[in-house]
């Protein structure tokens, strides 16, 4: 009420600076302070009340008023201290010794003066601790025990010869009023507490409502009591589908055991906790095509008011760890994929060690025997053996080195495509025919099938041979004598499809998704049986992407092997997105018909360089 604003700024200001800012504190001071107000002054005003109905006061009647007086100094000292315990303790102490001054002046154990002890422990309610109040009522105790010790023994005065009337009723309007004023104290107390208890969970809710991470409050059993609402945007539910178990249901069944450990060790043990699990999205209904969003719950006890050695409630922050978890994968994508790549670059050397340093062996000990001829004469037979050695041993390290920088241009985007109109068939042909003799020292047959109206086709020849050679000399070297290989070219819808098919070992299946990897190569470079470089695969695979083609292939281990590729006809196709980086240069059907062995021979220098 507006009558009564004065007065609560003025008690307002006699609180202690130093629980101001404790808004719960301060209304306790504030309690105190104005029931305590309330009853000194209203002994004052009483006084004069008394004196007219009894007179001069005697010794008595003057103690009573004293103590009656007594609170005004007690509010001044929590003003001016701050010490609410003492001054609680010191006011339960000057309320016994007002009501054992007045009972025994009106009977003793008798006295209506007696109610005043129950006064004290109600006072001592209103501090909110329990040492005080366990003080305030032992103080009671104490002084009601003396009051009834001393009529015992005579040291008070008996009832009827006690002075009634006046003092009696006295000593009970000022119970009365006191008690009102502690009634009012306690109710002015309680509605503190509820404000701020409101104020407290109006800033929660507030908090909770506008926070992007899901806030859920779990009971110790750990169901849910309280969703925010970012559990629309979060799971595309309303947040009361994820009260009780609603939660608890969403987690993927392989995370729940780690959703309800972290919960019981919050609830159990006190001990905050955080993690990561899925929960499903979307509406009940939709449990098949519901997709799973990847969170991070960190949840945390709730201490207040909660007996040590009780599970205890959970509040929990939920946030969507999903892009994160994406990050994750793809950088343990890219680790295992330089795992994978050192481990073939360390395949690579190896093997490169030994098809380099075989050949230069050849090379350089067979260039010492010629050089050191007149040591140990040779005859016209052995020196062409060792010429021929060296020539064949040059030629197989160049093949090396040529595949090294085949495959370097190729992925660097640098090999230059030239384009250009010419008949397929003499192409496959030739390489067959090149080819022929190799498989026949292997003791292996060779054959073409090539259909009779297989069209031109615009494309890099010497790459389309290079191509052919490559498979031919592949399946030659890994079919084992008395087997075939079938070299096969014809024409399917719009593109051209060359195949290599052999008899030999074939290829394991884990091996087959890796094929043409740079570097890659089935087995160990220690152990394989035959000799290579494993970089042919490679080579022919960059060449066919660079003209807008595939590659593909199929094996069985120990049934051979079947290696297809298909090109494009047409010239414009060979621009194909996967060789952006490659050089196209088309030449003109007229240029190829008048000037064929000129570009045969720059191609040949092209390829020498």
Known sequence: MPVFEPIRTYIDGLVHPSVRADALAAARHRAFIGSHLGAGVAAL??????????????????????WLASPLALAWFLSASGRFAAAHLASAAAHAGLALTIASATGGPASPALVWLAVIPLQASLSGNRRVMIGAGAIALVAALGLFAAGALGLVPPADASPQGALMLFAVLAVVVYGTLLA????????????????HDARYRLLAEHMTDLVTRHAPNGAVTFVSPAAESLL????????????????????????????????????????????????????????????????????????????RPVVAVTRDI?????????????????????????????????ELRTPLNAIIGFAEILLNERRMPLDAQKRGDYARLIHESGHHLLGVVNG?????????????????????????????????????????SLSAEIDADLPEI???????????????SNAVKFTKPGGTVTVR????????????????????????????APFFQCGSAYDRPF???????SVVKGLVELHGGRLEIASRLGEGTLVTVRLPRDGESARHPARSAAVVTPLPRRAHQEDAAAGDETREIRKRA
């Not at 890219?334 to 395949?347: F, G, M, P, V």
């Not at 370097?408 to 640098?414: A, D, T, Y």
């Not at 615009?458 to 031919?472: C, F, G, P």
């Not at 000799?531 to 695969?537: K, N, P, R, V």
């Open 45 to 66: 005003a009483l006084f004069p009340l008394y004196l007219a109905i009894r007179g001069a006061p005697d010794a008595a009647a003057v103690a009573a008023l004293a």
């Open 184 to 199: 009012l104290g306690s109710g002015a107390l309680m509605a503190s507490v509820e404000r701020l208890q409101h104020v």
């Open 236 to 311: 595309g539910v309303a947040p009361s589908e994820l009260a009780g178990d609603g939660l608890f249901a969403r987690v993927h069944v392989a995370d729940r055991p780690a959703y309800l450990s972290a919960l019981s060790r919050a609830t159990a043990e006190g001990a905050p906790g955080a993690v990561e699990f899925r929960l499903r999205r979307g509406s009940a209904e939709d449990l098949a095509e519901a997709g799973h969003v990847w969170v991070e719950m960190r949840c945390r006890p709730v201490e207040d008011g909660v007996p040590n050695g009780t599970r």
């Open 322 to 354: 999903s892009e994160r978890k994406r990050q994750e994968e793809t950088l343990e994508l890219a680790r295992c994929e330089a795992e994978r790549a050192d481990r073939a670059k360390t395949r690579f050397l190896a093997t490169m060690t030994h």
């Open 404 to 444: 090294i920088l085949d495959v370097s241009r190729i992925e660097s985007g640098k090999f230059d495509v030239l384009a250009e109109p010419f008949a397929l068939k003499p192409v496959v042909e030739g390489c067959c025919e090149m080819m022929a003799l190799k498989a026949q020292a292997a003791g292996l």
């Open 458 to 472: 615009v494309a890099d020849r010497r790459a389309l041979k290079q191509i052919l050679i490559n498979l031919i």
């Open 489 to 516: 070219a014809a024409i399917e819808g719009s593109d051209v499809c060359l195949a290599v098919a052999d008899t030999g070992i074939g290829i394991d299946a884990a091996d087959l998704p890796r094929l043409g």
């Open 531 to 537: 000799e290579g470089s494993g970089l042919g695969l």
